[in-house]
Each structure stands twice: as C-alpha cells, then as structure tokens.
C-alpha cells in the first residue's frame, strides 16, 4: 500500500511540473498575437500529444473558447489529440508509392505491429501512420520512422525493419 502511495505522489508531481511548463509557457506567449498555435507546440513537447484537461487550462489561460482550440489543433497535421508512440512510422500513400505497392507495405506493417492504420501498439512502442506524400518519390514506395527514411520497400523487408527499433 506504501509503494502504491509513493508511485501516485510522484506521478502527481511529475504531471503537476508539466502543468507549470504549460503554464510558463502560456505566459511567455500570451500577449502575442496568434499565441495559441506556439502554446499547443508547447502542449505537446511537454506531453507528447494534447491532453483534453490541459486544453481546458488553456482556454482558461488564453480566454479561447475551448471549441477553437479543437478546431486549430484537429486541422494542423503535426498536433495530435491522443497520445502516440515511442516511434512514429508514416507509410506514403502518395501516387507513386501507392503504385509501386505502399498498400502491400502498409498492410504488412499493421500485420506484424498487431495495429490497425492510425493505431497504436498496447505497448506504446508504435504508431502506424499512413500519410499522402513524403516528397521521396524517387523511393518509392517509402516510409519514415521518426526521422529516419526507408525507401524502395518490400513487405517482406517489413520485420527486419520494425526489429531495428524494438
């Protein structure tokens, strides 16, 4: 019961020093104009992603009705509302990776991942992302994990890959 009590005081602390980086970081950029786009960058440096309860602070904070914010966070592509995993892989689905076979790539990642498109593996090691283009045509079809490009794919390349990153 101790050790339960010990984990939860320092979960609380850690998500109570986040919310002062949010906090801080709503200062900083407060009186800017267009403050909100920076602050949600700052949301999810801090948290990987952007949490409903610290959105709500920031409508507070930045007297932005909450619906707004929603609105700017779901049309910018690089800002998610649900957390995401350890290694982020974005699959082409661009005209010429589609053709030279990306779906067959893609289907064999969420196969090996256990994972559907857009999904994240239980153990938060994997997101699978698929994406319009990723300007590596001459690649095709192509696929970035994190910052890292894998071109010229096969399916059956697919499980040496994901290896690389477990």
Do not use: W
């Amino acid at each position: 019961m101790e050790h339960q009590q010990t984990c939860s005081s320092v979960d609380i602390a850690e998500a109570d020093e986040k919310l002062e980086k949010v906090k801080h970081a709503i200062e900083q950029f407060k009186l800017m104009k267009g403050a909100l786009i920076p602050v949600l960058h700052e949301v999810q440096d801090i948290y990987g992603f952007l949490p409903e309860p610290v959105l709500q602070v920031v409508s507070e904070e930045l007297n932005l009705p909450l619906s707004e914010i929603y609105g700017v966070a779901s049309f910018y592509h690089f800002f998610s509302l649900t957390p995401k995993g350890e290694h982020v892989i974005h699959v082409c689905m661009g005209t010429a990776c589609y053709i030279k076979g990306a779906q067959a790539v893609l289907d064999r990642l969420s196969t090996e991942l256990k994972v559907p498109v857009q999904g994240t593996t239980e153990d938060n090691k994997f997101t699978l992302e698929a994406t319009r283009c990723l300007g590596a045509c001459g690649l095709a079809p192509v696929m970035t994990i994190g910052e890292k490009v894998h071109g010229r794919l096969v399916p059956n390349a697919v499980p040496k890959i994901i290896n690389e990153y477990k």
